[in-house]
């Protein structure tokens, strides 16, 4: 099991709300958003922002461990502490569900000793405004060799980053599953209009989908030809809502 924590934040008394609720806290101007994982398996889980608690929802983060127990991130790119959050969270099997939106809520929470000091000025010191995220081997794991971020690691190591960073972000909307097939995941399928157009990495088109009416659709990646990357463009009403790329894979022998 990967536990993954918040050094000198989540102490003892902080709390976390189990999926589908979890928690925003506003810690110091610094949003941290974290959860409990009561389930056996997950395929994705991915934290989406918008300033506004219906509309304008954007992906900012994929966890690359999306199973562990506990698990969190640290928003240090969010323009402000009034942003509203929620979860993508896609299950075995195709299942999916997003949970509701919620703004940040201040943390008063009283650190222990390891908590960030204050200078003379009553505002926080330099040394004091680094927030380092840390990936722990719990000594249970059942496999003493892990990858983390492309890195090697073994039981009980432990790397300390600034934060999630992964070279490749799949889409919430459009992604392939574990037989290769690519599925179409639009909860707001029967409210707007959305499109889709494929096509081959050096542009060249694939086919489309016009008028997509459903919420869930699997699409047979022999509709793709050939295995490799290709890239799409979805519209909702006309207007691009999100220009992303996906790998399809070869069949197993």
């Known amino acids: 099991m990967i536990v993954f924590a918040f ?36 395929v994705q889980v991915s934290i989406q922002r918008s300033p506004d608690s219906l509309r304008g929802f954007k992906t900012i983060a994929t966890l690359p461990d999306p199973t562990a127990v506990t698990n969190g991130y640290l928003d240090s790119k969010a323009p ?19 949970t509701q939106s919620i703004r940040p809520v201040v943390d008063s ?29 719990a000594g249970t794991t059942p496999s003493q060799t892990k990858y983390i971020n492309g890195r090697k690691v073994t039981d009980s190591s432990r790397i300390d980053v600034q934060e999630i960073r ?16 690519v599925v179409v995941a639009l909860p707001e399928a029967k409210a707007n209009v959305f499109s889709i157009k494929f096509f081959r990495e050096n542009g060249a088109p694939v086919f489309q989908l016009n008028r997509v009416k459903e919420p869930m659709l699997i699409l047979d990646k022999s509709n793709f030809l050939h295995a490799g990357w290709f890239e799409f463009e979805l519209y909702e009403n006309e207007v691009l809502k999100e220009k992303q790329r996906l790998y399809v894979p070869k069949d197993r022998q």
């Open 7 to 42: 050094c000198g934040f989540l102490q003892s008394g902080y709390s976390q709300d189990t999926l589908p609720s979890f928690t925003v806290k506003n810690r110091f101007g610094r949003v941290i958003i974290s959860w409990v994982n009561p389930f056996d398996s997950l």
């Open 80 to 98: 402000n502490t009034r942003q509203f959050y929620k979860l993508y969270v896609q299950q075995p099997r195709g299942q999916f569900f997003i």
């Open 109 to 137: 929470t009283r650190l222990s000793s390891s908590a960030p000091s204050k200078t003379g000025t009553g505002k926080m010191s330099k040394e004091d405004s680094t927030l380092s995220i840390r990936y722990e081997l």
């Open 166 to 181: 992964t070279a490749y972000k799949p889409s919430v909307f459009i992604y392939t599953n574990k037989e290769g097939n």
